[in-house]
């Protein structure tokens, strides 16, 4: 699960900020820090992006433990070829976290 990720709101105002604590916030590079309203302001973009990161992680993970179908050796099944398309598909149109979170995966096909 990822804990911190890089956000920039304008040039004088890139931060870290840890996903479960929007207090934990780490200002990089000498740029000029923003009010905390400013960045709750921003929240629900955060909120989005991180839980996207979670989503693409956990269905990197998923393709990678397939790769091997892809090989030039081996002969991918019709099932296969659609899980793979399915993963690859999972992000579009999830543009809400509501939408993320509600994101089920495709049943894991192993040959």
Known sequence: MIE???FKINPNAVFSINANDINQITWLNDTTPISKEDIQAQFPVVELE???IELREKRNNLLAKTDWT?????????????YRQQLRDAPSGLDTVEKVN???FPT???K
Do not use: R
């Open 4 to 6: 911190k990720s890089i």
């Open 50 to 52: 991180i839980a996207l």
């Open 70 to 82: 892809a090989n030039s050796d081996v002969t991918m099944s019709d099932a296969m070829k659609t």
């Open 102 to 104: 509600a994101y089920t």
């Open 108 to 110: 894991e096909v192993t």
